[in-house]
């Protein structure tokens, strides 16, 4: 009770301290807008913001905060350096970002790069309301999806090709020639995105001031946020949680397991409720792992075991509603758990509440009864205790058996011919 009062509490505490680090932000956009080729009066740095991975609170309070800050800083311009195909926030806050980026007094150009890199989804919108685009070689931009963003705040070339767009990827030249983006020469590289700018000084042999550029990234706190509500790393902590809190349930120290578990399940609590989940999968996971817990317990892997792998690999498959996990983390997650309840766990239990082998040389000869049918492993009970048994051939349950031997922290038993009774104290 001690042990799992500190767990609660500590739970709590932890929770308190990571909900102060998911308050949303208070930032407002102000009202305005320049465009490319004629921006405010300025003396300020190009700022490059990079916007990677699912769009999140984290990514969305992030992107709005550096729109703010460049226009306190009177930058040049923000260059938006996007790799996004996925948004988890609202439609309503999408439209608060389409309605900043639309209006915004210090011109926003966004750059799908580098190469590799996509914009899809309400990311994509969001690209179809700032001054300019560029596409990077090897990157594509498109599958809009339903309309998101207000068409007053769309550029014109990239509302009339919304519906063509609206389930379609295009890469750089294919855009350009539509004049949706940058001309694809002008787009290979941020260098020439930069040269775009109206005002950007390049250094030169001729002693040109080059413009200084500004790489803004997401903080430390909030990057490892951000990597927590991705789905394959929601997933992974979920698993771990629940296993270490298992694995602290059978075992006796000091409770580095269960802290370790508990501090698993916090983030990807965060996790979970960021992302799109089915709850039904979630309470399946849970459901799982009481089911492990019925075999862990008597240290043999039997029906629940199977029972269990099936619960949590369908609970696994079917967590997330509309999110992708990469199948190699949905594969080792749900490999590595249940390698863990069929052989890790079960062994632990046995070495953790089985006395030592020479201290059991006193069961050899007692006689008991099978609770778990042997084939040729099971389970007994002898002497109100039960053991992990094996013996030759197949023994069902209820029959009276009698200790032969005993091998590691496996008794070695033999059916009672012609038992009378099987009602062993």
Not at 102 to 112: A, E
């Amino acid at each position: 009770m001690r042990r799992l009062s500190t767990l609660v509490v500590g739970i709590v505490m932890m929770l308190g301290g990571v909900a102060s680090l998911f308050a949303p932000s208070t930032a407002a956009a102000e009202p305005g807008r320049a465009s490319v080729s004629a921006p405010v009066a300025t003396t300020g740095a190009v700022q490059v913001v990079k916007i990677s991975g699912i769009l999140d609170p984290v990514v969305a309070d992030f992107l709005q905060q550096s729109l703010v800050q460049a226009q306190r800083d009177r930058a040049l311009a923000v260059v938006l350096r996007v790799d996004s195909t996925t948004a988890v926030v609202s439609d309503h806050r999408i439209r608060e970002l389409a309605a900043q980026l639309h209006s915004s007094r210090v011109p926003v150009i966004g750059w799908v790069g580098p190469s590799g890199s996509r914009a899809a989804g309400a990311m994509a919108q969001l690209l179809a309301t700032v001054d300019a685009v560029g596409v990077a070689p090897g990157s594509a931009v498109g599958n809009f999806g339903p309309d998101i963003v207000p068409p007053s705040m769309w550029s014109k070339s990239w509302w009339e090709h919304r519906d063509e767009l609206r389930n379609t990827m295009i890469g750089p030249t294919t855009t350009a020639a539509k004049g949706l983006t940058m001309p694809s020469k002008d787009s290979l590289v941020l260098r020439n995105v930069l040269l775009q700018i109206h005002g950007f000084h390049a250094t030169n042999a001729g002693g040109v001031t080059a413009t200084p550029v500004q790489f803004v990234e997401l903080p430390l706190t909030r990057t490892m946020l951000h990597t927590f509500a991705s789905p394959a790393v929601t997933a992974l902590l979920l698993a771990i949680g629940l296993s270490l809190l298992l694995f602290e349930y059978f075992t006796a120290g000091v409770g580095v397991a269960g802290v370790s578990g508990a501090v698993c399940l916090v983030f990807a609590f965060y996790g979970l409720a960021v992302l799109p989940v089915r709850p039904v999968a979630v309470v399946v996971v849970v459901v799982s792992m009481l089911a492990f817990a019925v075999d862990v317990q008597v240290g043999v892997p039997r029906v629940w075991t199977a029972i269990g792998s099936v619960l949590f690999a369908g609970g696994f498959l079917l967590l997330f509603d509309g999110v992708a996990t990469p199948w190699p983390a949905t594969i080792g997650s749900i490999a590595g758990v249940i390698v863990a309840m069929v052989y890790g766990m079960p062994a632990m239990t046995r070495s953790r509440f089985s006395t030592p082998v020479i201290d059991r040389r006193w069961l050899v000869g007692k006689s008991g009864i099978v609770v778990g049918a042997l084939a040729p492993v099971g389970v007994v009970r002898v002497d109100d205790a039960l053991w992990a048994a094996r013996t030759d051939g197949a023994v069902e349950v209820g029959t009276d058996v009698r200790v032969a031997a005993v091998d590691g922290v496996v008794c070695v038993v033999e059916p009672v011919t012609g038992a009378g009774s099987s009602d062993v104290r």
